[in-house]
Nanobody, 120 residues
Framework: QVQTVESGGGLVQPGGSLKLSCVASGSILRSVFRTIAMAWYRQAPGKEREMVARITRGGSATYADSVKGRFSISRDNSKNVLDLQMNSLQPEDTATYYC??????????WGQGTQVTVSS
């Protein structure tokens, strides 16, 4: 069972901003959401999926070097929601973005993701 639904992607010009949201929709993830670390990942065409930001259950965030200072991850445990504010977007940020546990559970299906395209 897919556990997440991501939204908020789109086409944006370099230097622009987007805010992604993820809802823990599956029963398993909803039941543990407030107790686990969550993360945003992304996968560009022809590349491996990578983690861009993660957040502990208490709200401490860690970022990949490539997005540090530009992206901000947050969570609302009362709503089972994980957000990613993305500023100063660059063409290299173009990818499909996913949310999931950190670390992800092997064999648990990923959501459909949300496409972010940065282009002039």
């Amino acid at each position: 069972q897919v556990q997440t639904v991501e939204s908020g992607g789109g086409l944006v010009q370099p230097g622009g901003s987007l805010k992604l949201s993820c809802v823990a929709s599956g029963s398993i993830l909803r039941s543990v959401f407030r107790t686990i670390a969550m993360a945003w990942y992304r996968q560009a065409p022809g590349k491996e999926r990578e983690m861009v930001a993660r957040i502990t259950r208490g709200g401490s965030a860690t970022y990949a070097d490539s997005v540090k200072g530009r992206f901000s991850i947050s969570r609302d445990n009362s709503k089972n929601v994980l957000d990613l504010q993305m500023n100063s977007l660059q063409p290299e940020d173009t990818a499909t973005y996913y949310c999931n546990r950190f670390p992800p559970v092997k064999g648990e299906p990923w959501g459909q993701g949300t496409q972010v395209t940065v282009s002039s």
